[in-house]
């Protein structure tokens, strides 16, 4: 009777857990306003954010209210940092990806990819890879997932991936058609039963590699663009927040040039790592060997499926045209190795731009000179609103208070000399190590608010190393979320179908977690390095301007006087 009297205790305790967070760690932090209000703020928005005890978004509006009573900001001074120049960059480029899912022009593209690959198991998770990849790097993540998973399951069914279960009863026999008797009695010796289950068995696995393929490509494929997932967002604002003198190191096209070879590596890799796993090398490619029928039957699911589709509409075409147009003029805008075509506008006008002309361009492109349009536009603003995530601007806006905040107090100059001492740390060590416990925390919290909470105390780490060494494989650490269901949607919604089990996400992405950091300090350390000149301490790096910057050299340390021409000069070899 008294455990039973204390389980019931701590399970109603346990259903109240949000509501004792709430109450009790504001309390418990009360000694910190004496001293540091911003610290206050930051340390409660980051309990509040990891226990989810409210809602992200509602979290990342308590600035709004403690900073002005706190006397860190006034009001007018924090709610001017909620709409910033990447909040729009955001928006303008989801209300492009929303009018993509609206006319359905992704999964045109996506089953024509599939069909073109073709049904070998390795060909066909490497195109539902690819797929998955090249379209969370335009549309959010959850909703790439949403889409593909469907289209698998139903190729999965036509291989019998259910079927194959191991604790799945078996299935009744059946006549071939209605009413009719088969031509012949099917196999029932013990020897075609064994075969059958060995069949079976060596499926099973295959669905589970199937299944986690989707979820780790969107998640992969998010990290390429500067507009794929959250925290590369928040990385571009906190660069325009706390380093304002940067030149705009971070947009588009650098981020582009950067991230696209490492999400190639890590695609590919992931792709080599779940066929080792879970189906084996030997027989999967079959290459010139005829099909089965169980693999005809899953090619005619996707090829019927596209014919669903019928032809390309003239919306489809103009949606195509307007996303081509936009990924263009982000591209060529300020690639950085030639002279673009305009630096006094950002990605965020150029995004805002088109996204406006989905709103003006009829859908039906006889009536564009008709004045105003008698068709419908190519999206209205009630599709918008029902399919943006607004969530996300307010908590990239809550990411840029805190920041704004931080620099207000004095906070991040005061964290950035507590740890000057990592100097003495190798800086590869050092990244390795920050991106191993990013990944870690990301597993369990929200990426934006990892990406929020870590990023302006990396930019304030007064080390001597260029920000972008250590802000920038930490940003992509965010993304990888590949261990739990509850790490990051994509992940849900694969484990919702009841091909995998924990342990099975547990066991594969381990290894992926292991892949990304390897892949993102390779690109870091090579091609990366040559992109953001890494070698040299940069100008607008030095915030305070109380202490000379410090480079790191083999032998010894370099301290640059106030005023020197010469620390830009001086290398840094990040590998020693």
Request: neutral net charge; contains cysteine; hydrophobic residues 50%.
């Amino acid at each position: 009777p008294l455990l039973l009297e204390m389980s019931a205790v701590l399970k109603s305790l346990w259903t109240l857990k949000h509501g004792l967070i709430l109450v009790f760690t504001p309390l418990m932090l009360l000694p910190l306003p004496l001293e540091a209000s911003c610290a206050y703020v930051i340390i409660l928005m980051a309990v509040y954010w990891c226990t989810e005890a409210l809602p992200l978004a509602v979290t990342a509006l308590l600035p709004a209210l403690l900073f002005p009573l706190l006397g860190i900001m006034q009001s007018k001074q924090v709610c001017m940092q909620y709409l910033k120049d990447t909040n729009m960059l955001f928006v303008g480029g989801l209300i492009v990806a929303v009018a993509v899912e609206h006319w359905n022009l992704h999964k045109r593209i996506a089953l024509r990819v599939l069909l073109f690959v073709g049904v070998r198991p390795a060909l066909l998770m490497l195109g539902f890879m690819g797929v998955t990849s090249f379209l969370s790097m335009w549309i959010s993540n959850t909703a790439t997932t949403a889409m593909m998973v469907p289209i698998l399951q139903a190729v999965l069914e036509q291989l019998d991936c259910r079927e194959a279960a191991p604790d799945r009863p078996e299935p009744l026999l059946e006549p071939e058609g209605c009413g009719e008797v088969p031509s012949q009695a099917p196999e029932t010796s013990p020897d075609a039963e064994a075969s059958r289950r060995r069949q079976a068995a060596e499926r099973w696995p295959a669905c589970k590699g199937m299944t986690l393929c989707v979820c780790y490509a969107a998640s992969i494929g998010g990290t390429a663009t500067l507009t794929g997932t959250g925290p590369n967002l928040v990385l571009k604002g906190q660069m325009s927040q706390l380093f304002p003198q940067n030149a705009d190191v971070i947009n588009f096209a650098s981020w582009f040039g950067f991230a696209f070879p490492n999400m190639i590596i890590m695609l590919l890799l992931a792709w080599l790592w779940l066929q080792f796993l879970y189906m084996g090398f030997k027989k999967t490619w079959g290459c010139g060997s005829v099909k089965t029928q169980k693999e005809i039957a899953a090619y005619n699911v996707i090829r019927e499926e596209h014919r669903l589709l019928g032809p390309m509409s003239s919306g489809e075409l103009s949606v195509l045209g307007l996303f081509a147009l936009l990924v263009g003029l982000w591209f060529t805008r300020d690639p950085g190795f030639v002279t673009g075509w305009a630096t006094f506008v950002t990605d965020a006008t150029v995004a805002v731009f088109v996204a406006l002309l989905l709103f003006v361009l009829p859908s039906n492109p006889s009536l564009l000179f008709c004045w105003p349009p008698a068709g419908p536009a190519l999206l209205t603003w009630k599709v918008a609103q029902k399919k943006m995530p607004w969530n996300i601007v307010l908590l990239l806006g809550g990411g840029f208070a805190l920041a704004k905040g931080s620099e207000e107090s004095g906070l991040s100059t005061w964290m950035g000399n507590q740890l000057t001492p990592l100097h003495n740390i190798p800086a590869w060590a050092m990244v390795i190590v920050l991106c191993l416990l990013i990944t870690i925390l990301t597993e369990c919290t929200s990426n934006v608010a990892t990406a929020t909470i870590f990023l302006p105390v990396l930019a304030s780490m007064s080390i001597g190393v260029n920000p972008l060494y250590v802000m920038v494989p930490c940003t992509l650490s965010a993304s990888f979320a590949f261990m739990l269901p509850v790490a990051t949607p994509p992940n849900a919604i694969v484990f919702s179908y009841g091909y995998l089990k924990v342990s099975d996400m547990t066991k594969a992405g381990i290894t992926m977690n292991i892949i990304g950091i390897l892949c993102t300090m390779l690109a870091i350390n090579t091609w990366g390095r040559a992109m953001f000149h890494l070698d040299s301490f940069p100008a607008w790096a030095n915030r305070t301007g109380s202490k000379p910057p410090i480079l790191l050299n083999t032998s010894y340390l370099h301290h640059c006087p106030q005023g020197s021409s010469s620390c830009s000069s001086l290398r840094l070899p990040l590998l020693t």
